[in-house]
């Protein structure tokens, strides 16, 4: 059951006012439409380096007038649409380049704002000669890291979790990582979240407006009652959505994928078959890898970190202790550890081979109980038998790649279980919910769920304190969107995209 219209919109009044003078809502900003920065922008938004086409970017009030001075134009540009013009120096009058320029008439451009772009050829010489004529503009100077993408965000072109994911593609190395970002940059993520903010501020409202007019009859019954169930209802599909096993953070900074095990069982032979180059010294003579040896890899589309570790033994050699003490720090660590054993030193009865692997185990991951077995440790851990043309498959033998680093023998197979496993840990980012990709992402999301407990905890015995808990939540979504966020959130953000974007 609803408030009556007159209740609700005097309870919307009284939140707001109560919103803006809580704790919580001090000090925050939230970006409207209205672009507020007043000078004018440039820099190359193109990669840097020798390149066929580079493109400068400009962005502010001052654009039309940088077109008029650098292309020659004495008459207005139509909006998108592409114009062969000699580029010159403002000043001297020196032809720079020839290239197409580009104008974007404000709100519609990507910053929201009157823009230019001026794609001209890519050697450094003529890159360098057009920003520097740039900057001897009056009113214009070079952009900030990110800050054509911050001015988007205030104009309400993207979302704060839309341009996080821009900063992803951006920097996207794989195929499963570009779809992730493409999917939050489509906004799927952002709008989830707006979904569940908007929900709560209904029940906001309805709390409110039950503190404020209960006594005067205007709320009718079964309000509170609805209020409980939304809040419920959020609280299980956040935490339904929390539970996500980090695949999607996992997916967008790589999976930490650790080869471990005793001395000389081929881990560093491993290392370099899979990065196929001579990443780490291989030799005879064990305890030879001490530090550790770390590749990223692209394993079927899915982002790898992988590395090796130096073999796992006592030793007195105060450097190999330190190695080994690195090693097991980095298993603990691992997102999969990748147990090499070298086939060789397997007991020649069958029958004792699971019982002396299950002991190996236990050495590479103390915190595997006995009583877990292989089969628990099968999430985190896949068996790799190396020299495996020596060792012939037996019954009893627990699941295990079966490999040659030496003849590349098994090597097929091998990666076929490495990124099924890979991919398993990372999920499909086109499939399900949107998955949650950034750190600061899941603690709000925690905050909200603790905050949704204040509210169950206050609501037979303080109202208010209830309201505050779903104000809290509310917050805290907030900050995930940008719609309630502080400024050193957005400093942390902007400052990881490059100049020029």
Known sequence: MLPCTCGLWRSAFHTLKTFRASPSARGLCIPTRAVCDAETIFALSSGHGRCGVAVVRVSGPASSMVLRNMAGLTQALPPRTALLRRITDPQSKELLDRGLVLWFKGPHSFTGEDSAEFHIHGGPAVITAVLQALGSLEGVRPAE???????????????????????????????????????????????????????????????????????????????????????????????????????????????????????????????????????????????????????????????????????????????????????????????????????????????????????????????????????????????????????????????????????????????TVLQSRVKTLCGDPLSGAPSLTQARHRAHLQQSVQALNQYHQYRDQDLALAAEGVRLALTHLGRITGRVGAEEILDIIFRDFCIGK
């Not at 993207?158 to 994911?165: D, F």
């Open 145 to 415: 890291a990110g800050e054509f993408t911050r001015r988007a965000f205030h104009a309400g072109k993207l979302g704060l979790t839309e341009v996080e994911g821009l900063g992803d593609l951006i920097h996207a190395e794989t195929e499963a990582q570009r779809r992730q970002a493409l999917r939050q940059m489509d906004g799927e993520l952002g709008r989830l979240y707006q979904d569940w903010s908007y929900r709560l501020k209904r029940c906001l409202a309805h709390v409110e407006a039950f503190i404020d007019f209960s006594e005067d009859e205007l709320i009718e019954d079964g309000v509170l009652n609805q209020v409980d169930s939304s809040v419920c209802q959020l609280e299980t599909e956040i935490e339904r959505h929390l539970k996500d096993e980090r695949r999607g953070e996992r997916l967008r900074t790589g999976v930490q994928v650790v080869i471990a095990g005793a001395t000389n069982a081929g881990k560093s032979s491993l290392l370099n078959t899979l990065c196929q180059r001579p990443a780490a010294i291989v030799s005879p003579i064990a305890g030879t890898t001490r530090d550790i040896v770390e590749t990223s890899l692209d394993i079927g589309g899915f982002p790898v970190l992988l590395s090796d570790t130096a073999g796992l033994r006592d030793s007195s050699d105060s450097v190999e202790r330190e190695g080994v003490r690195r090693a097991r720090q980095r298993v603990e660590q691992a997102d999969l550890t990748l147990v090499v054993v070298d086939s060789t030193q397997l007991p020649p009865d069958p029958q004792l081979v699971p019982a002396f692997l299950q002991e190996h185990l236990s050495t590479v991951l103390p915190s595997l109980s006995p009583e877990a077995g292989m089969k628990a440790a099968s999430d985190r851990v896949l068996l790799v038998l190396n020299k495996s043309d020596l060792l012939r498959e037996s019954p009893g033998l627990p699941p295990a790649c079966f490999l040659s680093c030496y003849t590349s023998t098994g090597l097929e197979d091998f990666l």
